[in-house]
């Protein structure tokens, strides 16, 4: 990562599988149901802690909070909501007695006092105990009395449910819960004495970790409420922590290369890395959460409630060793679970940088050759640059050789890669910049206390400065964001596909007593003045995507820092793009009115979306199977109509070649027919050549690439 100054960190990581070795789980001693939570208690060393974070954010963070009653009421309700998000576990009494700590946990905060954090915390542990207390005590005692034929639902979305005024009402709840799971697991074909010892050993076990907590657990959990309502970037990182985002720094990635957070009892993916194992692989997708781990052939491990360390230490292993993992997809929330093999291996650099292509349009009775140049991450070889090697690897360097083999090659016109690229060195995205504009400033760093500093391209070399397209979707992040918004704002080249990410922040770490505190300090500015962050950047042409905006993106976090605007770095002048985008857009539309892939992407999509919407379901068995029968035989009844329209075998079943999107980012790997070897061609990326062909007709019927 590129250091200005302080180490300025522009992707944010919450856990990657990186370690090799899979650690040994404890033998974790069995807890009786019904056995009371033993209180934990406050360390002096995380009092300590505690005031270094608060002096760290109160005086280094982007935005100036006051440590005040606003700011303690802000923590506690940021706090509960992490606790107890669907309002399953507390009572209403429990949260009327935490209204005393509503004005005064600034307090506290102030006097490194976790007192009130740890009661709270100690509460939320002793409710948790009882509802798995009670869900084991059913299934010892009630199971037979479960009944699928009966007419009754569950609702999946609780966030704005009040708070249950009785246990009796939690109980209800929690039986619907418990009925859910049992039908999820008869769907997916269990028998009923399998379901009952799965289950029982499922909470069980997340009966004995809840007795397992310790104070770091609890320290961690409302500091980093605290953090969050600053912004959700800035994140403290107990020592154990430290050590799994340090070893991401490094990029000693081996094992299956994902990004994992906790979401409610379950571990969700955050994104993939490029060029890593599950990238390769193409089976695991941003979104889905991993229910059950298991090594080789070994017995699957189900790891629903556990901590999200046991949870990286089950997955990590030895290069070359296969994990399985047993996954639900994040598309639809009564999706069957499907189990799938990743073999872990280490992430080379090569894997990761930059590689070329050309793909062939017609143009009318003329074939046009177009230059493609993907580019996974903003990566360079420090230690190589450090030790003057002559060959080190880098974005730039790389991409510098391949524009020039495109050149000899003759090709018509260039498209730069970047879906799904999360970003990497900023002074990479500067470099590379640099290759297709004259010197002049790339992106703006604006500082806590309003400083700017103005980052710029000096070199006057323009490697190309022919017809040039950025191809960009929802996770291209940061450093993307940077590239693709200097050639726009610049006029260098259309930005095509879909609305970037958002990351506009810089994040530093600060060393402490006890770990390490991720906090945001700046934020980026294009040459135009607009800040990347929240909005990202928004092509000038949209293609229709899969990704859900409302769950993927800087603006689905919480408390994301807004998106604004300072002073212009230069004045921009006439964009030459920018008055024939009303064609290219006609052009554009008129062509993929009746494209098969693109045509796909939006009957997916509208499909997804409807599955989203419903937040109940039932628990009648003939209902849900007919449900899941009906939603099969839709995205089929889809992927065939696609596959017709361009004259593909049709499928029997989603199981025999599924084929869930045409994006690069949505899909991983493009799909192959049932009866040929070849790939099917990357439809966004030729429609993005179609584009390029139009502007380059529209500019001058002679416009070709060029030195």
């Known amino acids: 990562m590129k250091q200005t100054g302080t180490r300025l960190l522009i992707s944010v990581v919450t856990i990657v599988l990186a370690l090799a070795g899979v650690q040994a789980q404890a033998s974790i001693p069995e807890i009786k149901p019904g056995t009371p939570f033993t209180p934990l208690e406050p360390t002096r060393e995380e009092a300590i802690t505690t005031q270094q974070i608060m002096s760290n954010l109160l005086r280094g963070h982007y935005e100036r909070k006051r440590l005040n009653n606003a700011l303690s009421s802000e923590v506690l309700d940021t706090l509960l909501d992490d606790l107890d998000s669907t309002h399953s576990y507390f009572l209403s009494s429990d949260i009327k007695e935490f209204e005393q700590f509503r004005n005064h946990l600034d307090e506290a905060l102030s006097r490194g006092d976790m007192k009130p954090a740890f009661y709270i915390y100690n509460r939320f542990q002793q409710r948790i105990s009882e509802r798995l207390s009670f869900v084991i005590t059913e299934l010892e005692n009630n199971a037979a009395e479960f009944k699928f034929e009966t007419q009754e639902t569950l609702e999946l979305d609780r966030e704005e449910a009040p708070w249950a005024t009785t246990t009796a009402e939690l109980d209800n709840l929690w039986r619907k819960r418990l009925k859910n799971s049992m039908l999820n697991l008869r769907l997916a074909g269990k028998e009923d004495k399998d379901i009952l010892e799965l289950l029982t050993k499922r909470y069980q076990n997340q009966l004995n970790r809840v007795h397992q907590s310790r104070p770091v657990d609890a320290y961690q959990t409302f500091m980093n409420a605290v953090t969050r309502t600053f912004d959700p970037h800035t994140q403290y990182f107990s020592p154990r922590n ?25 571990t969700k993916v955050v994104r993939l890395v490029p060029g890593g194992p599950a990238s390769k692989a193409g089976n695991l997708e941003p979104e889905d959460k991993i229910i059950g781990v298991a090594q080789g052939d070994e017995d699957m491990v189900d790891v629903i409630g556990w901590r999200l360390d046991e949870v990286v230490d089950l997955i990590r292993g030895p290069k070359s060793s296969t994990v399985r993992l047993e996954i639900l997809s994040g598309e639809v929330a009564t999706a069957e679970p499907k189990t799938i093999s990743i073999v872990r291996d280490e992430v080379k650099l090569e894997e990761q940088s930059a590689q070329k292509e050309v793909i062939e349009i017609q143009d009318g009775k003329e074939t046009r050759r177009i230059g493609v140049i993907d580019i996974p991450t903003f990566y360079i070889d420090f230690e190589g640059r450090m030790n003057n090697l002559p060959d080190y690897r880098s974005t730039t360097r790389d991409v510098r050789r391949l524009v020039n083999e495109l ?3 003759k090709v018509d016109g260039l498209i730069i890669d970047l879906r799904s690229n999360g970003g990497g060195s900023l002074e990479e995205a500067i ?44 996770l291209s992040a940061s450093a993307s964001e940077i590239f693709a918004g200097a050639v726009q704002d610049y006029g260098r080249g259309l930005v095509i596909g879909g609305q970037t990410f958002g990351k506009g922040t810089v994040q530093s770490l600060r060393p402490l007593t006890e770990g390490q505190l991720k906090i945001t300090q700046a934020k980026f500015y294009r040459v135009s003045g607009d800040s990347t962050q929240n909005q990202g950047v928004i092509p000038d042409i949209m293609f229709p995507s899969l990704f859900d905006k409302e769950k993927i993106g800087e603006s689905a976090l919480e408390r994301a820092l807004p998106w604004d605007t300072i002073k212009p770095a230069r004045e921009v002048s006439s964009n030459p793009i920018r008055s024939k985008l009303s064609h290219l857009k006609e052009l554009h539309e008129a062509r993929i009115s009746d494209n098969p892939d693109f045509v796909f992407v939006r009957e997916q999509k509208a499909l997804v979306s409807e599955m989203r919407e419903k937040t109940q379901v039932s628990l009648n068995e003939a209902e849900r199977r007919a449900e899941r029968e009906e939603n099969d035989e839709r995205r089929l009844a889809l992927e065939n109509k696609r596959r017709k329209a361009k004259g593909l075998p049709v499928l029997a079943s ?5 084929a869930d999107s045409t994006e690069k980012s949505e899909g991983a790997e493009e799909e192959k027919t049932d009866n040929s070897e070849e790939e099917e061609p990357d439809a966004m990326l030729i429609e993005a050549g179609n584009i390029l062909l139009d502007y380059m007709r529209m500019s001058s019927p002679g416009m070709t690439a060029q030195r």
């Open 242 to 266: 430290s050590e799994n985002f340090n070893i991401n720094m490094s990029l000693s990635l081996q094992g299956i290369g994902a990004v994992l957070q906790t979401e409610d009892e379950h």
């Open 407 to 409: 050149l000899d090659e």
């Open 431 to 474: 470099n590379l910049t640099g290759l297709f504009i004259p010197t002049g400033p790339v992106v703006q760093v604006r500082g806590a206390r309003g400083d700017v500093d103005v980052l710029r391209d000096r070199d006057p070399e323009v490697l190309y400065a022919g017809p040039l397209t950025v191809l960009v979707n929802r």
């Open 654 to 658: 989603l199981d025999s070649d599924e």
